[in-house]
Nanobody
Framework: QVQLVESGGGLVQAGGSLRLSCAAS????????MGWFRQAPGKEREFVAR????????NYADSVKGRFTISRDNAENTVYLQMNDLKVEDTAVYYC???????????????????WGQGTQVSVSS
């Protein structure tokens, strides 16, 4: 059974940085792409970033390009989200997710992901 456990959230001032981690277990981590999504109160869950199984391909939402970096350590079964220059509008619960298979056009679609972590809260104050 696939399990995803996020950590690293917290409260930070605008302009600050946080690094989120997602530890995966239950299958061969290095065979699958991994994604990050977020959900703010009263809003739909939205795509943040995704990384391919090898780490060779990454995708980002326009709202985080240039500020956030997704990476992975296949030896540690962990995917990371480095978040720099945080803004108040980045406040949300952040989730990592993965799927068995995915087509390129579905990468930003939360319905394309089968497995989800419990989420970690990121709060950015002004």
């Amino acid at each position: 059974q696939v399990q995803l456990v996020e950590s690293g959230g917290g409260l930070v001032q605008a302009g600050g940085s946080l690094r989120l981690s997602c530890a995966a277990s239950g299958r061969t981590f290095s065979n699958y792409g991994m994604g990050w999504f977020r959900q703010a109160p009263g809003k739909e869950r939205e795509f943040v970033a995704r990384i391919s199984w090898s780490g060779g391909y990454t995708n980002y939402a326009d709202s985080v390009k240039g500020r956030f970096t997704i990476s992975r350590d296949n030896a540690e079964n962990t995917v990371y989200l480095q978040m720099n220059d945080l803004k108040v509008e980045d406040t949300a619960v952040y989730y990592c997710a993965t799927s068995d298979t995915i087509i390129w056009s579905s990468i930003p679609n939360s319905n394309a992901y089968s497995y989800w972590g419990q989420g970690t809260q990121v709060s950015v104050s002004s």
